[in-house]
Nanobody
Framework: QVQLVESGGGLVQPGGSLRLSCATS????????IGWFRQAPGKGREGVSCTSSKSVGTTDYADSVKGRFTISRDSAKNTVYLQMNSLKSEDTAVYYCGIRPMCVTSPSEYDYWGQGTQVTVSS
């Protein structure tokens, strides 16, 4: 069955970096878009970044993370990464990865989700 497992979260000081991983199985990795979303306490789930299927080959970023976050995918490992640099306190949230055929901004349109990984940016 489809499985997504996020990892790499933790506590980091403002200005620091983290790399999140989304390890996947149970579907044809190259044929699906993988999106990263985050959810802060008391807020809805918001899109952070998305990498489209291999044939489409595009990446998208929320304005709030452009220039700081980089998404990448490794087909050999069926894993998507989110490199997060210059972290700010407002990046604090649980980060989730989800899959669907194409990148879209609405989290309700994603078919499967991982369990999430906590990112806390604090001094």
């Amino acid at each position: 069955q489809v499985q997504l497992v996020e990892s790499g979260g933790g506590l980091v000081q403002p200005g620091g970096s983290l790399r999140l991983s989304c390890a996947t199985s149970g579907f044809n990795f190259d044929h699906f878009a993988i999106g990263w979303f985050r959810q802060a306490p008391g807020k809805g789930r918001e899109g952070v970044s998305c990498t489209s299927s291999k044939s489409v080959g595009t990446t998208d970023y929320a304005d709030s993370v452009k220039g700081r976050f980089t998404i990448s995918r490794d087909s050999a490992k069926n894993t998507v990464y989110l490199q997060m640099n210059s972290l700010k306190s407002e990046d604090t949230a649980v980060y989730y990865c989800g899959i669907r055929p194409m990148c879209v901004t609405s989290p309700s349109e994603y078919d499967y989700w991982g369990q999430g990984t906590q990112v806390t940016v604090s001094s």
